[in-house]
């Protein structure tokens, strides 16, 4: 009887053991099926557009300009150079014709002028003696005495008074060489620059390379003074400029362009800033874009369209004055088309 139970049980659990494996696969979590990506419609692109416009435009040159007179003169000494003594005036002084500018050491020239001086009086004394005496060899040797300390009295007064440089005329001293006392001065060097003030003009200076060299005289010409507009005409470019010894000014010359106004303003002196617009051209009634809607690649000048639908198109046109911001369109556009900025 026991035999036959434990047989019957071991059946039993081979029996229950063979079920669970068979359906042990349906007891496990059934695998997630994965997530189809979500339908996301890309992003319409934004452009920044505007319109082609017509309206005036004008190619200016622009800069920094500086009032300054119109008549200078440039004192150096001429006959001979020497070391600084003292210097009388400074940038900004006013000067009158003859005043004393820098003077040189002279050393001991002042008391040789004296003594020539002296010997030309005792000779002419003995001058008028011999005279009185009538003695003619007398009088031939005092003659020749006399004519003899004259000239040296003369020689030793010139280069006396070429150690001291004075105002050539009445103005205003704008530059002063940098010379303190001991220095050394050479002839024919720029020692003081004097300049008329009632007479100014406004220079500034150009690149060479630049649109400015298009400048010439009789342009007009915008002059900002502060909050102050006046109008004004080129009157002499590089191209213009007179011919001149001055190495200087020939080398100013070269590189500045002068504007002239009757309208000063009456704060204005020599050394006001100013801001110079000169406009090289001008024209009305063209169609006009910006000059970031302008495209240049590879020798090719176009701009892109956009069109309906969101379509770019890409176009050839032809430019014609460029201005600050904006570009001249002189083929290839319509009026009110949308142009694509960069």
């Known amino acids: 009887m026991d035999k036959l139970w434990f047989r019957l049980k071991s059946k039993a659990f081979l029996a229950l053991i063979i079920v669970i494996a068979l359906s042990g696969c349906s007891l496990l979590p059934a695998e997630e099926e994965p997530l189809k990506p979500p339908l996301v419609k890309p992003p319409q692109e934004n452009y920044r557009t505007t319109p082609v416009v ?3 435009i004008a190619q200016e040159v ?3 300009g500086t009032l300054e007179s119109y008549f200078s003169d440039a004192v150096e000494f001429t006959a001979e150079g020497g070391r600084v003594k ?4 400074r940038a900004g002084d006013d000067v009158k014709k003859g005043d004393p500018l820098v003077q040189l050491d002279v050393g001991d020239m002042d008391v040789n002028l004296r003594t020539l001086e002296m010997n030309m009086l005792v000779s002419r004394k003995k001058l008028r003696e011999a005279k009185l005496a009538e003695d003619e060899e007398g009088l031939r040797i005092a003659q020749l005495q006399y004519e003899i300390d004259q000239i040296k009295y003369n020689r030793l007064q010139e280069s006396y008074s070429n150690k001291q440089l004075v105002a050539t005329m009445n103005g205003r001293v704008t530059f002063v060489a940098p010379i303190v006392e001991g220095d050394v001065v050479k002839p024919y060097e720029t020692i003081v620059m004097i ?3 009632s007479k100014l003009r406004v220079s500034f200076q150009i690149d060479t390379s630049s649109d400015a060299m298009k400048v010439t005289v009789g342009f007009n010409a915008s002059l ?4 102050e507009l006046v109008e004004g005409k080129v009157t002499q470019t590089p191209s213009s400029a007179p011919q001149t010894d001055d190495e200087i000014l020939r080398s100013r010359y070269s590189t500045h362009v002068y504007v002239e106004t009757d309208a000063l303003p009456e704060s204005a002196t020599i050394g006001t800033k100013s801001d110079v617009t000169i406009r090289l051209q001008e024209k009305e009634g063209v169609l006009l874009i910006p000059r970031s809607g302008l495209r240049n690649y590879l020798g090719r000048t176009f701009v892109r369209i956009l069109e309906e639908g969101d379509k770019i198109r890409e176009v ?3 430019q014609g004055i460029v201005g600050s911001t904006e570009v001249e369109i002189t083929k290839g556009l319509e009026e009110g088309q ?3 900025l960069q």
Request: glycine share 14%; hydrophobic share 40%; proline share 4%.
């Open 54 to 56: 017509k309206g005036a």
């Open 62 to 64: 622009k800069g920094n």
């Open 86 to 89: 003292e210097v009388f005036v």
């Open 195 to 197: 300049s008329d003030p």
């Open 224 to 227: 900002k003074f502060g909050t």
């Open 316 to 318: 050839d046109v032809e």
């Open 338 to 340: 949308l142009i694509v």
